[in-house]
């Protein structure tokens, strides 16, 4: 099926796309701007009481992925469903409650603190939505490749639930609530959403660059590694600070699963191309962060100094590496355009790598260089660099009216 000739607002992932690398590169920057202010001692306003670090984590859980997870699903579900896709004003719904809430949410933390807990509720409207619009296209398929779209749609029904809880622990109740919210959101939310995606995708891609038969992967794996993800995400919320040794084994057993899943994908040659190897790379930051995890679940004396880069390692090493590797794709296989990766993109590429490994390496220096740990903030700067190119190559092609290929590839 071909795309009709349109502008911006046509097709889910163009306006969401660019809503999310906007988000990216102002929030974060503005983060930037906040930690060396802080570091250098220059005052910086801040009406809200809540901790930066959790207006931070919002503001990339809920709005960056939030804007990608919704492009690309409002995108690629109904094709994979043989669904109708969302019009262009349910789009431009989920796109206005989004940036609305991303806006609340900055000038809730400077100025009107009560705006908080509206950013979150702005966003858990446009998860539901979503939720609803992609749970009725799935009830009214006909097609019996149902459960891998249903484990998806287990993923985002978790993100309103972690939105909500934020929004609650914006509005003075106890920070167990955040915590609670982090937990879901990215040990839930996100990972499962990467997993279930990935597990379609990223073989399906690989078959087809090495010119082999796809065979689907046994969708049983998948509902297995998110129902041990599930058992743990329930035993972390009900112990809280108290579950790290009763989540070792299932981090353990989720990291060496996904290794497992990669490797019999066997992408061989492919890896030697830039816009398969990102995919992977972005995967095995996911299991790397899975494996640290377990170490520090079994030695509680590590925890405190992994939490951050265990965190980071999911978040900018993992799903942030397949934001861009998959938006990418899909950026250009829509317009027809050859799914290559110049030089801006593997420079971006590069650079979202260099932003992980600040982030997730700076904060275990300390013992050998004192400033490190306070200087990890500076991974911004990659991080915006990478957004900043993935705009300037991808961006006009996400608002220039032209005709798409018709083998778009999600």
Same mark, same amino acid.
């Given at each position: 099926?071909?795309?009709?000739?349109?502008?911006?607002?046509?097709?889910?992932?163009?306006?969401?796309? #660019?809503?999310? /690398?906007?988000?990216?590169?102002?929030?974060?920057?503005?983060?930037?701007?906040?930690?060396?202010?802080?570091?250098?001692?220059?005052?910086?306003?801040?009406?809200?009481?809540?901790?930066?670090?959790?207006?931070?984590?919002?503001?990339?859980?809920?709005?960056?992925?939030?804007?990608?997870?919704?492009?690309?699903?409002?995108? #690629?579900?109904?094709?994979?469903?043989?669904?109708?896709?969302?019009?262009?004003?349910?789009?431009?719904?989920?796109?206005?409650?989004?940036?609305?809430?991303?806006?609340?949410?900055?000038?809730?933390?400077?100025?009107?603190?009560?705006?908080?807990?509206?950013?979150?509720?702005?966003?858990?409207?446009?998860?539901?939505?979503?939720?609803?619009?992609?749970?009725?296209?799935?009830?009214?398929?006909?097609?019996?490749?149902?459960?891998?779209?249903?484990?998806?749609?287990?993923?985002?029904?978790?993100?309103?639930?972690?939105?909500?809880?934020?929004?609650? #622990?914006?509005?003075?109740?106890?920070?167990?609530?955040?915590?609670?919210?982090?937990?879901?959101?990215?040990?839930?939310?996100?990972?499962?959403?990467?997993?279930?995606?990935?597990?379609?995708?990223?073989?399906?891609?690989? /078959?087809?660059?090495?010119?082999?038969?796809?065979?689907?992967?046994?969708?049983?794996?998948?509902?297995?590694?998110?129902?041990?993800?599930?058992?743990?995400?329930?035993?972390?919320?009900?112990?809280?600070?108290?579950?790290?040794?009763?989540?070792?084994?299932?981090?353990?057993?989720?990291?060496?699963?996904?290794?497992?899943?990669?490797?019999?994908?066997?992408?061989?040659?492919?890896?030697?191309?830039?816009?398969?190897?990102?995919?992977?790379?972005?995967?095995?930051?996911?299991?790397?962060?899975?494996?640290?995890?377990?170490?520090?679940?079994?030695?509680?004396?590590? /925890?405190?100094?992994?939490?951050?880069?265990?965190?980071? /390692?999911?978040?900018?090493?993992?799903?942030?590496?397949?934001?861009?590797?998959?938006?990418?794709?899909?950026?250009?296989?829509?317009?027809?355009?050859?799914?290559?990766?110049?030089?801006?993109?593997?420079?971006?590429?590069?650079?979202?790598?260099?932003?992980?490994?600040?982030?997730?390496?700076?904060?275990?220096?300390?013992?050998?260089?004192?400033?490190?740990?306070?200087?990890?903030?500076?991974?911004?700067?990659?991080?915006?660099?990478?957004?900043?190119?993935?705009?300037?190559?991808?961006?006009?092609?996400?608002?220039?009216?032209?005709?798409?290929?018709?083998?778009?590839?999600?």
């Amino acid at each position: 099926m071909t795309e009709a000739r349109s502008g911006l607002l046509e097709v889910p992932y163009r306006p969401l796309f #660019a809503a999310g /690398a906007l988000d990216a590169l102002l929030l974060v920057g503005l983060w930037f701007a906040l930690a060396e202010a802080r570091r250098s001692g220059v005052p910086f306003p801040a009406a809200a009481r809540v901790p930066p670090a959790w207006v931070h984590a919002h503001s990339l859980f809920f709005g960056m992925f939030a804007c990608y997870a919704l492009g690309f699903l409002g995108t #690629a579900f109904p094709r994979w469903i043989d669904a109708r896709a969302p019009t262009p004003r349910r789009v431009v719904a989920w796109v206005a409650l989004l940036a609305t809430a991303q806006l609340a949410l900055v000038a809730g933390f400077v100025r009107l603190p009560f705006l908080l807990p509206l950013a979150a509720a702005l966003e858990v409207a446009a998860y539901a939505d979503a939720l609803f619009f992609f749970a009725r296209a799935l009830r009214e398929t006909r097609n019996p490749r149902r459960l891998q779209p249903a484990l998806v749609l287990t993923a985002l029904a978790l993100a309103p639930v972690a939105a909500a809880l934020d929004g609650a #622990a914006f509005a003075g109740a106890p920070p167990r609530l955040h915590r609670a919210a982090v937990e879901i959101a990215l040990r839930g939310h996100l990972l499962f959403l990467v997993a279930g995606v990935s597990q379609r995708i990223v073989p399906f891609f690989t /078959a087809n660059l090495l010119r082999r038969p796809y065979a689907p992967r046994p969708i049983g794996a998948l509902a297995g590694w998110v129902g041990l993800g599930l058992i743990r995400l329930g035993v972390a919320l009900a112990l809280d600070r108290n579950a790290g040794p009763w989540l070792a084994p299932f981090d353990a057993a989720m990291a060496v699963g996904l290794a497992l899943e990669l490797r019999a994908w066997r992408p061989g040659p492919a890896l030697r191309q830039p816009m398969m190897a990102i995919l992977y790379l972005g995967l095995a930051w996911v299991a790397l962060g899975l494996a640290v995890s377990a170490l520090a679940d079994v030695r509680p004396g590590l /925890a405190p100094l992994l939490e951050l880069p265990v965190r980071h /390692a999911l978040a900018v090493g993992g799903f942030a590496t397949l934001v861009l590797g998959m938006s990418t794709r899909v950026a250009l296989g829509h317009r027809g355009r050859p799914i290559v990766a110049d030089a801006s993109v593997v420079l971006a590429f590069a650079s979202i790598q260099v932003a992980a490994l600040v982030r997730v390496t700076l904060p275990l220096l300390g013992s050998v260089w004192s400033l490190a740990p306070v200087l990890s903030h500076w991974a911004a700067l990659p991080w915006m660099l990478a957004f900043t190119l993935w705009l300037l190559r991808l961006g006009p092609l996400l608002v220039r009216a032209e005709r798409a290929s018709a083998a778009a590839p999600a």
